[in-house]
Nanobody, 121 residues
């Protein structure tokens, strides 16, 4: 059974101020981690879930986060990270980790439960 567990937001420190940084982690189990594309998505209140970043051997970013967010992975730890810098209130959302065989299939892949990130002005 595939399981994705996000951390770094929510009660652990998901409330930050504009300009702050935060790192999210997603620990995966039940899959051959190195063979999967991993991604981060987010969903703000009243909005649809949107793509943030993805990584296989290379990385892809949404325009809204390019230059501020960095996705990385540690295949030895079965973990993917999202380093978020220069946060602003528009980044407030529940952040989800996703896994699939390739990047285009992430929306239809495996999902974590999400972690809240709130950026105050």
């Amino acid at each position: 059974q595939v399981r994705l567990v996000e951390s770094g937001g929510g009660s652990e420190g998901g409330l930050v101020q504009t300009g702050d940084s935060l790192r999210l982690s997603c620990a995966a189990s039940g899959l051959t981690f190195s063979a999967y594309a991993m991604g981060w998505f987010r969903q703000a209140p009243g909005k649809e879930r949107e793509f943030v970043a993805a990584i296989v051997w290379s990385t892809v970013y949404a325009e809204a986060v390019k230059g501020r967010f960095t996705i990385s992975r540690d295949n030895a730890k079965n973990t993917v990270y999202l380093q978020m810098n220069s946060l602003n209130p528009d980044d407030t959302a529940v952040y989800y980790c996703a896994a699939a065989r390739n990047i285009p299939d992430l929306m239809r892949g495996y999902w974590g439960q999400g972690t809240q990130v709130t950026v105050s002005s």
